[in-house]
């Protein structure tokens, strides 16, 4: 029960350091090891990611990763700031919390160029399990999970604001606080 109990909140609960829960960081390792340059239909790259990263859920394991690549990839208000695939069909919408995307053999993806630069190929060596971004992306996206006897959400904040306060913490200054806003863009025609 004890050993469970421990990997529940391995696999549920995002680590500080990049982030991301294990099979987020498995779709990222995957995404990094084929270096596509086109797109790739969801469900392709599910299979990948079973193939390629030890994603071991029994048969199914290409559509158990399925809800990782749904999460890296959402755009709409509210989801992620950042978001390290593009996202290249219907992905979900804010009013189901992303649940309503589309089937995975309908919609495509591929590695965001900004994925690359927030954590460098350099890097990749310095941690075994984790990457190490150069931005806490925890902060960038937010955090959030239930493990068992454990849970966190963490909100996320402007990108902007953590890099000043990153700049401002190297000059030897204290950091701001960070305010939780939302930013809406209006596009007028």
Request: net charge positive; with cysteine.
């Amino acid at each position: 029960l004890v050993l469970f109990s421990n990997c529940d909140n391995e696999r549920s609960i995002p680590s500080l350091v990049d982030g991301l829960k294990p099979g987020q960081r498995k779709v990222l390792f995957t995404c990094f090891k084929r270096a596509d340059k086109k797109e790739v239909k969801v469900a392709q790259l599910a299979g990948a990611v079973g193939e390629m990263s030890a994603y071991h859920h029994g048969e199914v394991r290409d559509i158990a990763c399925l809800p990782s690549l749904c999460l890296t990839s959402q755009d709409y208000v509210g989801s992620n700031n950042i978001n390290l695939l593009l996202p290249i069909g219907q992905f979900g919408t804010r009013l189901q919390g992303g649940k309503d995307s589309a089937s995975p053999r309908y919609i495509f993806t591929q590695l965001n160029p900004v994925t690359r630069a927030l954590f460098p190929l350099v890097d990749e060596h310095v941690l075994r399990f984790l990457y190490c971004p150069i931005i806490p992306m925890v902060l960038v996206n937010g955090a959030e999970g239930i493990g068992t006897a454990w849970s966190t959400k963490v909100p996320n904040y402007n990108p902007r604001e953590i890099v000043e306060n990153i700049r401002r913490m190297i000059r030897g200054e204290e950091p701001r606080p960070l305010v939780r806003t939302v930013v809406y863009c209006v596009f007028l025609s």
